[in-house]
C-alpha cells in the first residue's frame, strides 16, 4: 500500500505488510545507496502489527519508481550471492576431495 | 582566469578518501571504553565533497563480492562473506533463523501416558525433536484443510516398561513412521456400524495413498534426525501410547520450526601495532592476550618484537588495552564489510543449501513487493 500525494509524486510512504526489519532494513540500505534518494528511513509503528512503513523522499524521479529500482538492486544482488556461495561451496568439497587423495596415496 | 571547479583542485584527492575517512568508513574502531564508528555510512552522497561516490554500483559489488568456505561438514558450515552490507547479512541470519520452513511435530494425539511426565511436557517435548524430511516436499496446512499426504507426516510411539524391567528410557528412535497417516480411529457420533459395514473407519487424517507410494519417500523412510533423544523415563508398569503429527512451518510462529541450532556471523577482527612493541612490553603483551593473538618475533641481537599472527582469534576482549597507555600501541578494528558467517543445521536439510534457501526467500520478498507496486 502506497501513501503519497497525487500532486507531488516524489515523496511516498510505502506500508508494507508482513514485512518487518529483514526486508526494510535492507530496502533502506539500497535506498540510501541510490543517488536519486534525498531521505529514505522506515519505522515499525507497532511491534504487534506486521507492518513496516518505508519513508522514500527522491530529487525529482517519482519515489516508487526509485523504490522499485532498489528492489530490483537487491534481487539481483541476491542472484549474485547465491551464485559466488554455491561456487564457493564446490570449490571448497573439490580442495578437500584433493586434499583426501593426497593423504591416500 | 580560467574556471575551475573546486573539485579539481591539485590537493582534492580524486575518488579517494583521505586515510582517516577511509578507516571510519571500513571499520569499527574498537577502545578501551566504547566502540567508535559503529554505524556504517550509507547515503550515497556522503563524499561527494571529495568527489568520492558512495552509491551503490552493481557492477563493482559483482566484482568485489566473494564467499570462502572455512569449514563444511553435515550439520555446520563456516564461511567468509565478503563485500557485503550488514544489512543484507543480517537479514540473510534473520530469515535462516525465523522464516525457513521446517516440518515439526504440531499435534499429539494421546490415547494412553501413565509415565510421570504430564501430557503437555511430553508434547511439548516431542515438538521439538527435528525430523528428517524436506520441508520442500511439503505444503502448509492452511485453515479448514484436511491432513493429507502432502502436509502432514505421522508418527506413533508404543512403548512400556514391563513389571520386571526395571527403568527404560523412551528414545526418539521409538517414533515410528506411518506412511498410511493416523491409525487412531474418530469417535463418531453418527457413525452406525449396521448402515454400512464395508466403510472405512475414519481416522484423524485422509491419505489419498501412501506415502511410501510416493516416489520422493520411497528410497528413503521418514524420521527424527536423531534417535538417541529421550522423550520419557518409565517406571515399572508405565506405558506411553500415542500418534503425533507433523506439519511444515516456519520459525516466526515457534522455535521449534527452526531449521537452525543457531545462526551468527561475526565481523573480521582486526589488530594492528601502532607503535613497535619490544622485549619486556611484547612478552607482556603475548600474556595479556587470552586467545593467543600475538607472538614474539627475533629481531637479532637478541631483541625481540610482538607481531599480530592470529587476528582471527581475537575476541574483542580488550584485555590488551584495558591498562593505561597500551591504546597507542595496539589498535584493535573490525573489518566493517567482512562477515564470518556460521550455520549449525538441526537436520531437516544441509547447512548450505538452507543458506540458499534463505537468499531466495529474500528474493521473493522483493519480487513480491515489486508485484505490489507494479
Excluded at chain 2, 516416489?215 to 534426525?225: M, N, T, Y
Excluded at chain 2, 508398569?237 to 537452525?260: C, F, M, N, Y
Amino acid at each position: 500500500m502506497e501513501h503519497g500525494s497525487l500532486t507531488d509524486l516524489r515523496s511516498s510512504t510505502f506500508s508494507l505488510t508482513d514485512e518487518d526489519h529483514t526486508l526494510a532494513n535492507s530496502a533502506r540500505f539500497a535506498l540510501n545507496k541510490d543517488p536519486r534518494v534525498e531521505f529514505c528511513g522506515y519505522s515499525i509503528p507497532h511491534p504487534s502489527d506486521n507492518r513496516v512503513n518505508i519513508r522514500v523522499q527522491t530529487t525529482g524521479d517519482p519515489a516508487k519508481e526509485v523504490f522499485k529500482d532498489a528492489l530490483q538492486d537487491l534481487m539481483v544482488m541476491c542472484q549474485h550471492v547465491r551464485g559466488t556461495f554455491d561456487k564457493a561451496v564446490v570449490d571448497f568439497r573439490e580442495s578437500e576431495h584433493d586434499k583426501e587423495m593426497k593423504i591416500d596415496s | 582566469m580560467p574556471r575551475l571547479s573546486a573539485l579539481d583542485m591539485p590537493d582534492v584527492p580524486k575518488a579517494q578518501l583521505p586515510p582517516h575517512l577511509e578507516q571510519q568508513r571500513t571499520r569499527v574502531s574498537c577502545k578501551s571504553d566504547a566502540p567508535l564508528h559503529t554505524e556504517g555510512i550509507q547515503y550515497s552522497g556522503a563524499y561527494a565533497s571529495m568527489g568520492v561516490d558512495n552509491s551503490l554500483r552493481l557492477d563493482s559489488f559483482s566484482k568485489n563480492f566473494r564467499v570462502e568456505v572455512v569449514r563444511l561438514t553435515e550439520d555446520e558450515i563456516e564461511f567468509d562473506m565478503i563485500g557485503i552490507d550488514a544489512s543484507l547479512a543480517n537479514a540473510f541470519r534473520r530469515i535462516l533463523i525465523a522464516e525457513l520452513p521446517t516440518m515439526a511435530i504440531e499435534k499429539v494425539l494421546i490415547a494412553n501416558n501413565t509415565s510421570v511426565v504430564q501430557d503437555e511436557v511430553l508434547a511439548q517435548r516431542l515438538g521439538l525433536i527435528p525430523i528428517e524430511a524436506d520441508p520442500r516436499l511439503f505444503e502448509y496446512v492452511s485453515e479448514n484443510d484436511t491432513a493429507h499426504e502432502k502436509n502432514t507426516i505421522v508418527f506413533k510411539l508404543d512403548v512400556r516398561c514391563k513389571k520386571d524391567d526395571g527403568r527404560i528410557k523412551a528414545k526418539s528412535s521409538e517414533l515410528k513412521w506411518l506412511p498410511g497417516g493416523s491409525e487412531l480411529q474418530m469417535a463418531s457420533t453418527n457413525s452406525n456400524p449396521s448402515t454400512n459395514p464395508n466403510a472405512k473407519p475414519k481416522t484423524y487424517t485422509s491419505f489419498n495413498c501412501r506415502q511410501d507410494s510416493l516416489p520422493e519417500f520411497s528410497h528413503k523412510p521418514l524420521r527424527p534426525k536423531y534417535g538417541d533423544i529421550t522423550i520419557a523415563v518409565l517406571g515399572a508398569g508405565q506405558a506411553i501410547d500415542l500418534e503425533v503429527h507433523a506439519v511444515k512451518g516456519v520459525g516466526r510462529t515457534h522455535a521449534k520450526w527452526s531449521p537452525v541450532a543457531t545462526a551468527w556471523y561475526r565481523m573480521l577482527p582486526e589488530v594492528v601495532l601502532t607503535q613497535e612493541v619490544e622485549d619486556g612490553k611484547a612478552e607482556e603483551l603475548v600474556s595479556k592476550c587470552p586467545v593467543n593473538v600475538f607472538d614474539i618475533e627475533d629481531i637479532g641481537e637478541g631483541r625481540k618484537k610482538a607481531v599480530v599472527a592470529r587476528p582471527r582469534a581475537c575476541t574483542l576482549c580488550r584485555e590488551c588495552i584495558r591498562e593505561k597507555h597500551w591504546e597507542e600501541c595496539v589498535d584493535l578494528r573490525r573489518v566493517r564489510d567482512h562477515f564470518i558467517f556460521t550455520i549449525e543445521s538441526t537436520g531437516a536439510l544441509p547447512p548450505e543449501v538452507l543458506f540458499t534457501e534463505a537468499v531466495k526467500i529474500l528474493e521473493q520478498k522483493c519480487e513480491r513487493i515489486i508485484a505490489e507496486l507494479s
